[in-house]
């Protein structure tokens, strides 16, 4: 039963946040300066051109008519068409969705391969000059913004060095090694910023399990430090990390979307900066939109993985 009740009042937070990101969303693009019909018929429209367009799109509708017709649409995966192409919003989406995602996990990945070792010897070398020095590159990274650290890697590894591609996409399909090497940089830049933000916490978190009866237990029947932390120390850290890797997925989805302008590349950063550029709402409101469901579902995942990630929660959920 405390388990139904916790999925229960999860689905209500979801439903809760989705609803009110969904008001957000349509009344900021509503705020945008400029006017898709006048977009769409150029300078030389006379007004009722203009008005006679608009009332085509229906964009002379009330706004609460506006928004309820837009997200009564959304609930059945129905996000649209562009003003601009007529296309549908989800047939602009879809064929980037993969490029972003590509970006996305890959720098979730690279980001946990750095942190959590830095942060390993940050935490177990804290007195000593490795520790601070592992602590003050943290810091240092998260001053750098994305957008600098992508454009550096430009001119090191493209420009300087000639080794990488300095921007474009190629498909996976098409050729995986160009693939690769076109998401070396880009996933490398995001990987290295969310490392820094990662490895404070990952310090944090494991200095106060060096503290604990388990882990000084460890020690004294022979465990080595280190291997002591990755035994004992790492699990009763994963809590802590996998909060604050919810949290950080809507800062590399905007990280992503930054990068992606810097490198040229196809996603769904590029398509949302396009469509706020020529005013196309229903393609801004639909991007965003699948960006706070991914952040939604990814965050309801997180919640339920403590669950299975700490047996003292299992045991709460079933009455024990």
């Known amino acids: 039963m405390q388990l139904a009740g916790r999925i229960l009042k999860r689905l209500g937070v979801f439903v809760v946040s989705l609803v009110g990101a969904s008001v957000l969303i349509f009344v900021i693009t509503q705020a945008l300066p ?3 019909a006048q977009t769409l018929l150029g300078t030389q429209a006379t007004p009722d051109e ?3 367009l608009r009332a085509q799109l229906g964009l002379d509708r009330p706004l609460i008519v506006q928004y309820l017709d837009w997200f009564g649409h959304v609930l059945v995966g129905d996000f649209g ?3 601009l192409s007529g296309d549908s919003v989800i047939s602009l989406l879809l064929p980037r ?3 972003t995602m590509w970006l996305v996990g890959l720098s979730m990945v690279g980001s946990l391969l750095l ?5 390993m010897v940050a935490a177990l070398k804290r007195r000593s000059w490795q520790g601070v020095l592992v602590s003050a590159s943290a810091q240092a ?8 650290g992508g454009i550096l890697a430009v001119m090191v590894f493209a420009v300087w060095l000639r080794w990488l591609p300095a921007n474009g996409y190629v498909p996976l399909s098409e050729n995986p090694a160009s693939w690769a090497r076109h998401l070396v940089m880009p996933v490398v830049t995001l990987s290295v910023v969310q490392a820094a933000v990662l490895i404070r916490y990952v310090r944090t978190a494991l200095v106060e399990v060096l503290n604990e009866d388990y882990y000084r237990t460890a020690r004294a029947i022979g465990w080595r430090p280190m291997g002591a932390l990755l035994r004992h120390g790492l699990r009763n850290a994963a809590i802590s990390l996998v909060t604050v890797l919810g949290l950080q997925v809507s800062s590399v989805l905007v990280g992503a979307i930054v990068v992606e302008s810097v490198f040229n590349l196809p996603g769904l ?3 949302l900066l396009t469509a706020v550029a020529q005013r196309d709402l229903l393609v801004v409101q639909g991007t965003v939109m699948f960006l706070v469901l991914a ?3 990814i965050s309801a995942l997180v919640d339920f993985s403590y669950v299975l990630i700490d047996p003292r929660q299992r045991a709460v959920q079933e009455g024990r």
């Open 141 to 148: 990274g998260m001053a750098i913004p994305v957008f600098w």
């Open 269 to 271: 950063g590029s398509l």
């Open 34 to 36: 400029g006017d898709v």
């Open 115 to 119: 942190a959590v070792p830095a942060g």
């Open 81 to 83: 068409v562009s003003h």
């Open 295 to 297: 952040v939604l579902v």
């Open 97 to 99: 969705l993969a490029v």
């Open 50 to 52: 203009v008005a006679q």
